[in-house]
């Protein structure tokens, strides 16, 4: 990706930052948004929503992945309807929670709803359940800080022997013969993970059990559970300790990594090295299938794909509604707010803010499902 391009998007974050924080009362979170633009296409795009009955505000918590895009949609829809939304962004797990609890309007996933949550969910949603909406895509970053490196590759095997303990020293071999040429310092590694259930968590543990499952032994899941290694809260939490950290390792949205934060390209078995870019993740993500029954619209990826250009580290985040029995006071304005994001101009800012648009067979049955809730 062209440094231009990062940094005119990065300028494009920080100003949706300011915005979206005065369109908000606190959020509660220490993941600090960001969003889109003021231009006069956002203005339009603005313009084009579609509000209906919308008044209020909404509560919602869950996946960091995918707070900043719900900031830059936040900003629009706001000024747009004049509904107030507060997302916390405090991580899938306590999303999720929050949901079958019936504390919030709507939550965000970076996993699909499991039989039990689906079972909780029917408690809140009178005569219906939970269901997923797929609406976020795009890369899982791996960030490192290792002082005189510039680029760095790694495999999958090579990850999961970093990420469970067993590679310990930047110097060591296995990192040596997939950077030929670079000189990798006597350093320790500062391996970080979430401190917080995390979807983020559970699709980079996938990718490794999918493609090195001898060198990490994991069920996986939300929670971490490899050994050794240090964590943080949240997505930012953990961008925030490999950019401060000389020698740090550590996986995050590709939105995060900004302010210098460097990335890892990945040796999949492709012709060559594959950058974690939107557009590279949006070639894996093309190859998902859907598994969901009924009006669930929950994905399968294809974290093994081999395929030039295809980065398989990715995430799908899901919205998690009540296909029926949303409460009547939110319900409008969840309605109108999950037409939008899904739609043709919401989709835009996505890849705008370094995220990978929802592929288009896979977003028109998201916005006819929409349409259904009740």
Known sequence: MKLQRMNRRALTLGALAVSGALALTACGSDDTGT????????????????????????????????KNAIDAWVKQFSAACGVQINYKGGGSGAGVTAFTQGQVAFAGSDSALKPEE?????????????IDLPMVGGPIAVGFNVSGVDKLT????????????????????????????VELPNLKIQAFHRSD????????????????????????????QAKGGQSAPQSSGVA??????????????????????KTVALDTG???????????????????K?????????????????????????????EIACDKGNKAD????????????????????????????????????????????S
């Not at 990718?207 to 032994?217: C, G, H, Q, R």
């Not at 925030?240 to 934060?261: C, M, P, R, W």
């Not at 890849?351 to 049955?365: C, L, S, V």
Request: charge should be negative.
């Open 154 to 181: 790694l495999d999958a095997p090579t990850l999961a022997k970093i990420f469970n303990n067993e590679i310990t020293n930047w110097n060591d071999e296995a990192i040596k013969k997939l950077n030929p040429g």
């Open 35 to 66: 969003g889109g633009d003021s231009s006069a296409a956002s203005t339009a795009a603005a313009g084009n929503i579609k509000c209906d009955d919308a008044k209020g505000q909404l509560l919602a918590d869950g996946s960091s992945a995918q």
């Open 118 to 130: 689906v079972t909780a969910s029917k408690q809140v949603c009178s005569g219906g359940q939970g």
């Open 330 to 373: 939110t319900l409008p304005a969840t309605k109108a707010f999950l037409r939008y994001i899904a739609s043709e101009d919401g989709q835009k800012i996505l890849a705008e803010n370094d995220y990978a648009p929802i592929p288009a067979d896979i977003i028109a049955k998201v916005r006819t499902t929409i349409e259904g809730l």
């Open 197 to 224: 259930e995390s979807g983020t968590t559970d699709n980079f543990t996938k990718y490794l059990i999918a493609t090195a499952k001898s060198d990490f032994p994991y069920e996986g899941g939300k929670a971490w």
């Open 270 to 288: 492709a012709s060559a090295p594959v950058e974690a870019t939107v557009d590279n993740a949006t070639k894996a993500i093309a190859d998902a």
């Open 240 to 261: 925030q300790q490999v950019k401060q950290t000389n020698g740090a390792i550590g996986y995050f949205e590709l939105s995060y990594a900004k302010d210098g934060i």
């Open 290 to 318: 859907v598994v969901g029954t009924g009006k669930d619209l929950s994905l399968q990826l294809n974290y093994a794909t081999k395929a030039d250009g295809a980065y398989p580290m990715v995430l799908v985040t899901y």
